[in-house]
C-alpha cells in the first residue's frame, strides 16, 4: 500500500501534468459581427465556446475607446443577475487584442424570437424577466442606453432572457466619453441631446419595446406612458414593473370572467331551447352587435391618426429637404461654417410640426392628438439625427486636418 505523502504528491503531480497539456489559449475563433468602434467575436476553450469582444484596429490604441471597453467589462463584473450576459475577465487574445470574456449565449434576438409563433402569455413572461433585468441594473446607478430587441436575447433552452452589450451603458461613477448615445428608433427625445444618463431614458426604450412585443390592449395605457414626456414617464423601473404585474393579473381575472360570461351563454342558450325564452338570446345578441360596432369605430378612429401621422411625415421630409442640409453638408468646403446654422435650420422641422397640430381637426381627442405628436417627433428625430451624425463626422474629419 503506498504511503499517504507518497499518494498525495502522486495525484497532485497527476492532476497538474493534466492541466498544463490543457489548451489555454481560444481556438476557432470567428467573428460574429464588426462595427466602428467593435468587433465581436466567438471562440473556444476548453470544450466550450466564448464571446469575446474588442476593439477595432482603428481606434485599439485610442484610450478613451480602451477605457470604455474596460468601463463596460467593470460594469458586467458588477452585474450578477440570471437575465443579464455574465462576464468572465478581461484579457489579451491572439489576433484580437485585449477583449471582454462573456458567456456565449445559444439563443436568437427578441427581434427573430417575435416573428416566430409566440403565445401572448409567453411574450408577457419575457417583458417581465427584461423588466427584472433593467430593474436590477438602474438599483446598482447603471443606465443601459441602448436598449432595443436586437440587444437582448432568448435563449434556446427555457426562452430566458439575457441583456446584453452594455457598450454604451454608464453611471455616475465614470466619466468616459460623456455624450449623448443610442440607437435612433428606440432613444428618448431627449437622450438625443444630453450626456446625462437618467433612468427614464430606459424607460422610453422600454416602452417602444413593450409597444413592439404586442401585449394586447390591456398594457397600452402602461405603453403610452413610457413613451410621454419624460416628466410623466415612470420615475423608476420598479414603478413600471409594478403596474405590468398588475394588469397581467388583471388579463387573467378579464379571461376567468370571460370564461364565466361564456358558461352563462352557453347556460342561457340551453334554457332558452327548453323554454322557448328569446328574450336573453336577443340581448345578448344586441351586446355583440355593439361590441361590433364600437370595434368599427376605434378602427376608423386609428385610420385616421394613421393617415394624420403620414401626413405629417410628408411635411417634415418637405422641411428637411428645404432647408438643403443634406446637400450642404455634402458640398461643404469647411464645416466650421455650418456650427452656428446647423440646429437652427433642423428646428424648422420641429416648428413645422407644432404648426400641423394646430390645423387637425377639432374631433381629434387630446390622447389622439398625443400619440400623433409622439410619433411625428420620434420621425422628425430620426431624420434629424440623420444629418447630425453627418456633420459630427465631418468635425471629426475637420479636427484631424488642423491637429
Known amino acids: ?192 441631446n444630453t450626456n446625462v444618463p437618467d433612468v427614464r431614458n430606459d424607460i422610453y426604450s422600454l416602452g417602444i419595446i413593450l409597444q413592439q412585443m404586442d401585449l394586447g390592449t390591456n398594457f397600452a395605457p402602461t405603453i403610452n406612458k413610457c413613451l410621454s414626456p419624460i416628466n410623466e414617464r415612470y420615475t423608476n423601473i420598479s414603478e413600471l414593473l409594478e403596474e405590468l404585474q398588475k394588469r397581467t393579473k388583471r388579463r387573467k381575472r378579464i379571461l376567468i370572467g370571460c370564461f364565466i360570461g361564456l358558461a352563462l351563454i352557453i347556460a342561457l342558450l340551453a334554457m332558452t331551447q327548453m323554454t322557448g325564452i328569446q328574450t336573453e338570446l336577443k340581448v345578448t345578441n344586441h351586446q355583440l352587435m355593439e361590441i361590433q360596432e364600437q370595434q368599427e369605430q376605434q378602427d376608423e378612429k386609428n385610420k385616421r391618426i394613421d393617415e394624420a401621422i403620414s401626413k405629417g411625415k410628408l411635411l417634415i421630409d418637405e422641411k428637411i429637404e428645404q432647408t438643403g442640409l443634406g446637400q450642404h453638408l455634402d458640398t461643404l468646403s469647411n464645416v466650421i461654417y455650418m456650427r452656428g446654422e446647423l440646429f437652427d435650420r433642423l428646428h424648422e422641422s420641429t416648428h413645422a410640426i407644432t404648426k400641423y397640430m394646430e390645423t387637425l381637426p377639432a374631433d381629434f381627442e387630446k390622447n389622439e392628438k398625443e400619440e400623433i405628436y409622439k410619433a411625428l417627433m420620434s420621425y422628425n428625430g430620426q431624420r434629424q439625427q440623420v444629418l447630425i451624425d453627418k456633420f459630427n463626422k465631418l468635425m471629426e474629419e475637420y479636427a484631424q486636418q488642423i491637429m
Open 1 to 192: 500500500m503506498m504511503e499517504p505523502d507518497k499518494l498525495e504528491t502522486s495525484i497532485s503531480g497527476y492532476i497538474v501534468d493534466a492541466v498544463e497539456d490543457v489548451n489555454r489559449e481560444f481556438t476557432d475563433i470567428k467573428i460574429l459581427q464588426t462595427s466602428d468602434v467593435n468587433i465581436v467575436a466567438k471562440g473556444k476553450r476548453y470544450g466550450r465556446w466564448w464571446i469575446l469582444k474588442c476593439l477595432t484596429g482603428a481606434v485599439a490604441d485610442q484610450s478613451a475607446y480602451r477605457m470604455r471597453l474596460r468601463k463596460e467589462m467593470e460594469l458586467l463584473m458588477e452585474s450578477q443577475h440570471p437575465n443579464i450576459v455574465n462576464v468572465h475577465g478581461f484579457e489579451k487574445v491572439e489576433t484580437l487584442g485585449e477583449c471582454i470574456v462573456m458567456e456565449y449565449i445559444d439563443g436568437t434576438t427578441l427581434t427573430e424570437w417575435l416573428k416566430g409563433k409566440t403565445k401572448k402569455t409567453e411574450r408577457i413572461r419575457v417583458a417581465n424577466e427584461i423588466m427584472n433585468a433593467i430593474a436590477y441594473i438602474h438599483a446598482k446607478g447603471v443606465v443601459h442606453r441602448d436598449l432595443k430587441p436586437g440587444n437582448i436575447l432568448i435563449s434556446r433552452l427555457g426562452e430566458h432572457v439575457k441583456v446584453i452589450d452594455f457598450g454604451l451603458a454608464d453611471s455616475k461613477d465614470y466619466a468616459v466619453l460623456k455624450q449623448p448615445a443610442g440607437t435612433v428608433k428606440y432613444m428618448s427625445p431627449e437622450q438625443m
